[in-house]
């Protein structure tokens, strides 16, 4: 039972007050036909709309079953418009881009009914209303009477309570209008049928009670309700259109204007395309620059030296307090330098040397180590024999597999010219430039004469011997000094000595034209296991074990200085600190050996100060790089030691300078995303407008206002996928032109490639940027009024 009680309406436009209902009450029965007339302005579809929950009232009570709606929210009134109350206009308001069927079938989707049961409710409503052969033609394909009888069936459908009929047959003809008014009296058997009409013969000869109106007021009432009867219990079913629901609204009337949303979609993915591409040549070229490295950068040693570098320090001390260079000011600053050192010292001992010995070999082309060591090497020239000076001719230790005397690392970067590779540890190997040059003074330096004084034939280098003297046979002992054995007769005796080692040049190479990781310089290469072979004897010697019981320089008889006064001495003499001093006085700038220093160099030492690894390829130099970053695990920072991976470097820094150049391009591509939302905006706008009538539908239908908003955001998604995938597909395909462009111009393959993530990433953005777009335009469309939009063409 339906209640009106002291029901005011009033509509103020400026300083005019129009009262459309003054105070009505009226009781309605469960089920009557009730036809309200009146002359236009009287109040008559305002009250149809204040009972139909499109309009509030502004004071009074509307009981529904004896449930007050004073205190209904919005939501309230959306439900009690869906489960309650069924409307049929007089100009149908259809949708017209939804079929018939689904036209009915929309006030049961808003109450969440489920598919089969809602498209059985709507044919048994359309079959009701004689339509039942017309379920999938559109509005626009029916007459007059058929669009009404459709509406009929909508408000019949989610089987309300009420039916409110505004001049259902006013649009219509005389046979028609009657053939309506049958159908409405005979569903106003079991339900309440309340229509508003100026038709009084119509009113009259189908409605069973008459209600005239005027002025707001009522003026008679033919068959008045008196009951105060209360029925209990009544409930509101809430409802909700889902997101699946408002996308297949919004699809079905953008397919209704496929040109103007392909248009938008292209116009909108014109940032996309931009994007793409840039992403698509930087993850080409980010590929290329990684292949560069694989291929050609992957033999690159890892270094692990006594003194590591730190690329990554922060910014200097004068920078952090902004001090200017060359200031004028006439004040002295102080800071502490050490903060500014940019070195590491690492602290390679024995246990890290056997560390590095337990990797897995598999993954090394070579090791070299780089030993403060001077070995005892004899020349012979003239039938006279003297010491080499290794220093002059970059003696040098060439990267050899662990525990092997061939080297893969040689084999694979450096040509062989004449000769043999090392095959044991006393063969030589003579490395020349890529002009087969080597500089004269290391020529002379090896006993190696130049007859024309311009070039020497390999054969007669190949096969060259020298000797190699142990510490033992070298120096005796003079007193407390060892000496130099037959240094000042002749060293002819040591050099042909069954004791001395022979060492001969077995082979020539030259670094590979092809090759990026060559690293040996001009001069004598040899294997670790001959340096090795040197200091296992020399940390026997008599001289080693002399010099590790003395004070003081077992060579030359000088002082010798701890580790830890020697940095201090070095640092306090500086040029100009010592002058005036006497002949007996310390160099200025010489800081006094250190015990190790003296040691080392007599080959007593086996600890390098430098080892270079040599990767098989870039897959092992990952897992070397893993296996050195596992020792430092859990150590403290000072403890830790470091290694330089010159080939990450250099690709580090290319990746970045590429990075930062996507990063500015990305940028001004993205701009044509910001104007692309404004047009998303606008267009959104736009059909906003365009959708008024269907918004009021929607509305009286009891949609919700977040029910609206959904639609227009499920039309701004589709628009956004469609856009994102447009963009992306576009790109797709100029990337083809792209590559056959740049591979012209550089000869480099495939370099614009789009990243499936990428991609996708990109589609999202489309979305969620169009999205974002048209969040005003879907908040202005859910909060039009009802009746407004109702009224809209």
Same mark, same amino acid.
């Given at each position: 039972?339906?209640?009106?009680?002291?029901?005011?309406?009033?509509?103020?436009?400026?300083?005019?007050?129009?009262?459309?209902?003054?105070?009505?009450?009226?009781?309605?029965?469960?089920?009557?036909?009730?036809?309200?007339?009146?002359?236009?302005?009287?109040?008559?579809?305002?009250?149809?709309?204040?009972?139909?929950?499109?309009?509030?009232?502004?004071?009074?009570?509307?009981?529904?079953?004896?449930?007050?709606?004073?205190?209904?929210?919005?939501?309230?009134?959306?439900?009690?418009?869906? #489960?309650?109350?069924?409307?049929?206009?007089?100009?149908?308001?259809?949708?017209?881009?939804?079929?018939?069927?689904?036209?009915?079938?929309?006030?049961?989707?808003?109450?969440?009914?489920?598919?089969?049961?809602?498209?059985?409710?709507?044919?048994?409503?359309?079959?009701?209303?004689?339509?039942?052969?017309?379920?999938?033609?559109?509005?626009?394909?029916?007459?007059?009477?058929?669009?009404?009888?459709?509406?009929?069936?909508?408000?019949?459908?989610?089987?309300?309570?009420?039916?409110?009929?505004?001049?259902?047959?006013?649009?219509?003809?005389?046979?028609?209008?009657?053939?309506?008014?049958?159908?409405?009296?005979?569903?106003?058997?079991?339900?309440?049928?309340?229509?508003?009409?100026?038709?009084?013969?119509?009113?009259?000869? /189908?409605? #069973?009670?008459?209600?005239?109106?005027?002025?707001?007021?009522?003026?008679?009432?033919?068959?008045?309700?008196?009951? +105060?009867?209360?029925?209990?219990?009544?409930?509101?079913?809430?409802?909700?259109?889902?997101?699946?629901?408002?996308?297949?609204?919004?699809?079905?009337?953008?397919?209704?204007?496929?040109?103007?949303?392909?248009?938008?979609?292209?116009?909108?993915?014109?940032?996309?395309?931009?994007?793409?591409?840039?992403?698509?040549?930087?993850?080409?070229?980010?590929?290329?620059?990684?292949?560069? +490295?694989?291929?050609?950068?992957?033999?690159?040693?890892?270094?692990?030296?006594?003194?590591?570098?730190?690329?990554?320090?922060?910014?200097?001390?004068?920078?952090?307090?902004?001090?200017?260079?060359?200031?004028?000011?006439?004040?002295?600053?102080? /800071?502490?330098?050490?903060?500014?050192?940019?070195?590491? $010292?690492?602290?390679? $001992?024995?246990?890290?040397?056997?560390?590095?010995?337990?990797?897995?070999?598999?993954?090394?082309?070579?090791? =070299?180590?780089?030993?403060?060591?001077?070995?005892?090497?004899?020349?012979?020239?003239?039938?006279?024999?003297?010491?080499?000076?290794?220093?002059?001719?970059?003696?040098?230790?060439?990267?050899?597999?662990?525990?092997?005397?061939?080297?893969?690392?040689?084999?694979?970067?450096?040509?062989?010219?004449?000769?043999?590779?090392?095959?044991?540890?006393?063969?030589?190997?003579?490395?020349?430039?890529?002009?087969?040059?080597?500089? $004269?003074?290391?020529?002379?330096? *090896?006993?190696?004469?130049?007859?024309?004084?311009?070039?020497?034939?390999?054969?007669?280098?190949?096969?060259?011997?020298?000797? *190699?003297?142990?510490?033992?046979? /070298?120096?005796?002992? =003079?007193?407390?000094?060892?000496?130099?054995?037959?240094?000042?007769?002749?060293?002819?005796?040591?050099?042909?000595?069954?004791?001395?080692?022979?060492?001969?040049?077995?082979?020539?190479?030259?670094?590979?034209?092809?090759?990026?990781?060559?690293?040996?310089?001009?001069?004598?290469?040899?294997?670790?296991?001959?340096?090795?072979?040197?200091?296992?004897?020399?940390?026997?010697?008599?001289?080693?074990?002399?010099?590790?019981?003395?004070? /003081?320089?077992?060579?030359?008889?000088?002082?010798?200085?701890?580790?830890?006064?020697?940095?201090?001495?070095? #640092?306090?003499?500086?040029?100009?600190?010592?002058?005036?001093?006497?002949?007996?006085?310390?160099? @200025?700038?010489?800081?006094?050996?250190?015990?190790?220093?003296?040691?080392?160099?007599?080959?007593?030492?086996?600890?390098?100060?430098?080892?270079?690894?040599?990767?098989?390829?870039? +897959?092992?130099?990952?897992?070397?790089?893993?296996?050195?970053?596992?020792?430092?695990?859990?150590?403290?920072?000072?403890?830790?030691?470091?290694?330089?991976?010159?080939?990450?470097?250099?690709?580090?820094?290319?990746?970045?300078?590429?990075?930062?150049?996507?990063?500015?391009?990305?940028?001004?591509?993205?701009?044509?995303?910001?104007?692309?939302?404004?047009?998303?905006?606008?267009?959104?706008?736009?059909?906003?407008?365009?959708?008024?009538?269907?918004?009021?539908?929607?509305? @009286?239908?009891?949609?919700?206002?977040?029910?609206?908003?959904?639609?227009?955001?499920?039309?701004?998604?589709?628009?956004?996928?469609?856009?994102?995938?447009?963009?992306?597909?576009?790109?797709?395909?100029? $990337?083809?032109?792209?590559?056959?462009?740049?591979?012209?111009?550089?000869?480099?393959?495939?370099?614009?490639?789009?990243?499936?993530?990428?991609?996708?990433?990109?589609?999202?953005?489309?979305?969620?940027?169009?999205?974002?777009?048209?969040?005003?335009?879907?908040?202005? @469309?859910?909060?039009?009024?009802?009746?407004?939009?109702?009224?809209?063409?």
């Amino acid at each position: 039972m339906l209640q009106l009680k002291n029901v005011a309406k009033s509509y103020v436009t400026g300083d005019f007050t129009q009262v459309a209902l003054n105070k009505v009450s009226l009781n309605f029965r469960k089920s009557e036909f009730v036809a309200i007339l009146g002359q236009s302005g009287s109040g008559k579809t305002t009250l149809l709309n204040v009972i139909g929950g499109l309009d509030k009232y502004d004071s009074g009570d509307l009981i529904i079953n004896g449930q007050s709606t004073k205190n209904f929210k919005d939501k309230d009134w959306d439900a009690y418009r869906n #489960n309650s109350v069924g409307f049929i206009f007089q100009s149908y308001n259809l949708i017209s881009h939804l079929s018939i069927v689904d036209n009915v079938e929309m006030g049961m989707t808003l109450s969440g009914v489920s598919s089969s049961v809602k498209h059985k409710n709507a044919v048994e409503a359309l079959e009701r209303v004689g339509l039942k052969d017309h379920l999938h033609k559109k509005p626009n394909q029916l007459s007059g009477g058929q669009m009404q009888r459709v509406a009929i069936a909508r408000a019949l459908a989610n089987d309300p309570d009420i039916i409110l009929a505004d001049e259902p047959t006013g649009a219509l003809d005389t046979e028609t209008s009657e053939q309506i008014m049958e159908l409405i009296k005979e569903i106003a058997k079991d339900k309440l049928v309340i229509m508003v009409t100026h038709n009084p013969e119509l009113a009259y000869k /189908y409605a #069973n009670r008459i209600v005239n109106f005027s002025d707001g007021n009522i003026k008679s009432d033919s068959n008045p309700f008196d009951s +105060e009867e209360v029925l209990e219990g009544y409930k509101l079913k809430k409802t909700s259109m889902s997101f699946v629901t408002a996308l297949k609204l919004s699809g079905k009337n953008i397919l209704t204007k496929k040109w103007r949303t392909a248009i938008i979609s292209f116009a909108s993915s014109i940032g996309i395309i931009g994007i793409a591409l840039v992403l698509a040549l930087s993850n080409g070229f980010n590929k290329q620059i990684s292949s560069f +490295e694989t291929d050609t950068m992957s033999n690159y040693p890892i270094t692990i030296d006594k003194t590591a570098m730190n690329l990554q320090m922060s910014k200097s001390s004068s920078e952090k307090v902004n001090l200017k260079k060359y200031t004028g000011k006439k004040n002295i600053y102080s /800071y502490d330098s050490s903060k500014d050192n940019q070195a590491h $010292t690492n602290d390679i $001992t024995q246990k890290y040397i056997d560390y590095l010995n337990k990797m897995d070999k598999s993954l090394l082309d070579g090791v =070299t180590y780089t030993r403060s060591i001077n070995m005892n090497i004899l020349k012979m020239n003239a039938d006279k024999a003297t010491l080499l000076n290794t220093s002059k001719v970059n003696f040098q230790t060439f990267p050899s597999n662990p525990d092997k005397i061939e080297s893969n690392y040689l084999k694979e970067n450096y040509d062989l010219l004449d000769g043999s590779y090392s095959s044991n540890k006393t063969d030589l190997m003579l490395v020349v430039d890529e002009y087969n040059r080597l500089d $004269t003074s290391m020529l002379k330096e *090896l006993g190696i004469d130049t007859p024309d004084g311009k070039s020497i034939n390999f054969k007669d280098i190949i096969g060259k011997q020298y000797k *190699l003297i142990m510490n033992n046979d /070298y120096y005796v002992k =003079t007193g407390n000094i060892y000496t130099v054995n037959g240094v000042a007769t002749d060293l002819s005796k040591l050099y042909n000595s069954d004791k001395a080692v022979t060492l001969k040049i077995s082979g020539i190479v030259r670094a590979k034209e092809s090759s990026k990781a060559a690293s040996l310089s001009s001069g004598i290469a040899y294997s670790d296991e001959l340096a090795q072979h040197f200091i296992n004897d020399a940390v026997n010697s008599e001289v080693v074990k002399a010099q590790q019981g003395a004070d /003081y320089n077992v060579l030359t008889g000088g002082m010798l200085a701890t580790d830890s006064t020697k940095a201090s001495q070095a #640092n306090s003499m500086k040029p100009g600190m010592n002058a005036g001093m006497g002949s007996g006085s310390m160099s @200025a700038n010489i800081a006094p050996e250190t015990k190790d220093s003296v040691l080392a160099s007599l080959g007593a030492t086996s600890i390098p100060k430098s080892i270079a690894l040599y990767p098989k390829n870039f +897959e092992a130099k990952k897992s070397i790089k893993t296996y050195l970053d596992k020792w430092n695990k859990g150590l403290k920072e000072k403890n830790k030691i470091e290694y330089s991976d010159l080939s990450a470097t250099m690709t580090s820094l290319t990746g970045g300078i590429m990075n930062g150049i996507t990063l500015v391009l990305v940028a001004f591509a993205a701009i044509s995303l910001v104007v692309s939302m404004i047009m998303i905006s606008i267009i959104i706008y736009i059909s906003v407008l365009e959708r008024t009538k269907e918004i009021g539908i929607l509305r @009286a239908l009891g949609a919700r206002k977040k029910d609206v908003s959904r639609v227009f955001n499920a039309e701004t998604f589709i628009i956004g996928a469609c856009s994102g995938l447009m963009g992306i597909g576009i790109a797709y395909l100029l $990337t083809i032109p792209a590559n056959s462009i740049i591979y012209s111009a550089t000869e480099l393959k495939n370099v614009a490639q789009l990243k499936p993530s990428h991609a996708i990433t990109l589609v999202i953005v489309s979305v969620v940027l169009t999205m974002l777009a048209g969040i005003i335009p879907a908040r202005m @469309a859910a909060k039009k009024d009802p009746v407004e939009a109702l009224r809209s063409e």
